[in-house]
T-cell receptor
Framework: GENVEQHPSTLSVQEGDSAVIKCTYSDSASNYFPWYKQELGKRPQLIIDIRSNVGEKKDQRIAVTLNKTAKHFSLHITETQPEDSAVYFC???????????????FGTGTLLAVQP | DVKVTQSSRYLVKRTGEKVFLECVQDMDHENMFWYRQDPGLGLRLIYFSYDVKMKEKGDIPEGYSVSREKKERFSLILESASTNQTSMYLCASIYVTGRNSNQPQHFGDGTRLSIL
């Protein structure tokens, strides 16, 4: 069945360093790849997303890259800050029911700790 | 701003009870979802609905049912609660802007359910 693998499960970096989280998906029909950030006790919130017709997308310190051939995508955070500490989830979406519903398959999450 | 409201942040119930978790969104979204979140397992889809009175099983529907009588409200029902259903439950919704479109899901704050 559809599957998304996410690595690493935990990541500790020093403030100012870069952080990279990688995900691999199994369904070649997947065409939408959002990343969510979940701070402790809070709801997951979208931080960036990418569609299959684009190879890279940036938003300030955050970037996502997509390699459709290899079926993997990555989140890059530069100049990390303590407030970046959270759990990050990747997800892959495959259109179903004529495209009326996007069913997201989530990775298992990465706990990022940014040390001051 | 999209608001997805879950009726309870914390809930404690007993084994065998019938449990109702309520979710309301105020943005006229067509699609709504129920996930459970467990450490190391990420978010797993229980059920989703793409229209009033329409529902589809997700990846782990066993032991659950859902109800969508009105567009804004999507209820998750534990028919006979068991201890292995102790978890964080997250509701999400999405506005479908067109055929085969992918838009980010908006999450509620979650309900932490404990079954004793």
């Amino acid at each position: 069945g559809e599957n998304v693998e996410q690595h690493p499960s935990t990541l500790s970096v020093q403030e100012g360093d870069s952080a990279v989280i990688k995900c691999t998906y199994s369904d070649s029909a997947s065409n939408y790849f959002p990343w969510y950030k979940q701070e402790l006790g809070k709801r997951p919130q979208l931080i960036i997303d990418i569609r299959s017709n684009v190879g890279e997308k940036k938003d300030q310190r955050i970037a996502v890259t997509l390699n459709k051939t290899a079926k993997h995508f990555s989140l890059h955070i530069t100049e990390t800050q303590p407030e970046d500490s959270a759990v990050y989830f990747c997800a892959a979406s495959t259109p179903r029911y004529g495209g009326a519903t996007n069913k997201l398959i989530f990775g298992t999450g990465t706990l990022l700790a940014v040390q001051p | 701003d999209v608001k997805v409201t879950q009726s309870s942040r914390y809930l404690v119930k007993r084994t065998g009870e019938k449990v109702f978790l309520e979710c309301v969104q105020d943005m006229d979204h067509e699609n709504m979802f129920w996930y459970r979140q467990d450490p190391g397992l990420g978010l797993r889809l229980i059920y989703f609905s793409y229209d009033v009175k329409m529902k589809e099983k997700g990846d782990i529907p066993e032991g659950y049912s859902v109800s969508r009588e009105k567009k804004e409200r999507f209820s998750l029902i534990l028919e006979s609660a068991s201890t292995n259903q102790t978890s964080m439950y997250l509701c999400a919704s999405i506005y479908v802007t067109g055929r085969n479109s992918n838009q980010p899901q908006h999450f509620g704050d979650g309900t932490r359910l404990s079954i004793l």
